[in-house]
């Protein structure tokens, strides 16, 4: 199986000493950086709905963007990402057989770097999938991206034997998979807290990025090939609920809030 999951906005730029790996999609991610070059600071407020500081911040990042940078100025993707889903990865903590593995099975949804490996030294930046980013290619990211990340996961899967996608990335991102060219079947696992107030399960989304990313490292550390043993999964005190799943959206949940 592969899984996918979707970057962070934090960053975590500490130096990592891991061997960092090239993304394969450099090419289309200076293309990116050129577009977004010709933004104002006033532009990338209104683009990613920055404050002055951070549209500032990722003005310099688009200015200093190297093609060729140094190794000191990367940093491996999945070290890299500090967000929500990112603590529930736990990357720091995967043995290093687990982190092989994670470089065949696991993929970062990008909307600068397309798709990303976890060793994939990338340089720091802020580019929202959702980004209404004008390219010679349409209006957005979707449209400059196409069937492109659709290829290459269906190149990967060949490459692993897997035929299912395990995705753990957010809509913004998953909707930048083509699906009419993903060859692979499709199973999104969903995550819901019981608030026990009668109003039934809900989503909570900073628990849900969490749990997405604990649900990519089950995955990782048990090898799992058939899409049933994710039903094992049981971090955090969720627990897959039959009557609320279906193969294609199996459901955890789990009493609000954790204790």
């Not at 532009?43 to 709905?49: A, T």
């Not at 967000?83 to 529930?88: E, N």
């Not at 929202?128 to 196409?146: D, F, H, I, V």
């Not at 809509?171 to 995550?191: C, H, M, R, S």
Request: a negative charge; aromatic letters at 8%; glycine letters at 6%.
């Amino acid at each position: 199986m592969l899984i996918v999951i979707s970057p962070a906005k934090k960053m975590n730029w500490d130096a990592r000493d891991v061997q960092m790996t090239t993304p394969d999609m450099l090419d289309e991610a200076a293309n990116l950086v050129r577009s977004a070059r010709d933004l104002s600071v006033d532009d990338l407020k209104s683009l990613m709905h920055l404050s002055d500081s951070l549209a500032k911040l990722n003005r310099d990042r688009f200015a200093n963007y190297q093609d060729a940078p140094d190794a000191d100025d990367l940093r491996p993707a999945a070290f890299a990402f500090a967000g929500d889903t990112y603590q529930g990865l736990e990357t720091a903590s995967l043995e290093a057989d687990e982190l092989t593995y994670a470089q065949e099975h696991l993929r970062i949804l990008s909307g600068l770097y397309g798709v990303l490996r976890p060793l994939d030294g990338i340089q720091p930046y802020r580019l929202e999938m959702g980004s209404r980013l004008k390219t010679p290619r349409g209006k957005n990211l979707y449209a400059y991206w196409g069937d492109t990340l659709s290829k290459a996961l269906n190149e990967q899967a060949e490459t692993t034997g897997s035929s299912a996608l395990i995705n753990c990335a957010s809509q913004e991102y998953f909707g930048a998979v083509d699906l009419k060219a993903l060859k692979l079947n499709v199973i999104t696992p969903q995550f819901m807290e019981d608030k026990g107030d009668g109003k039934g399960p809900k989503i909570v989304s900073f628990y849900a990025k969490k749990a997405r990313g604990a649900m990519a490292r089950f995955v990782i550390q048990n090898r799992l090939k058939d899409p049933e043993a994710l039903r094992d999964f049981d971090s955090g005190g969720y627990a897959w609920q039959k009557d609320l799943s279906t193969p294609e959206k199996p459901v955890f949940l789990r009493a609000y809030p954790a204790s």
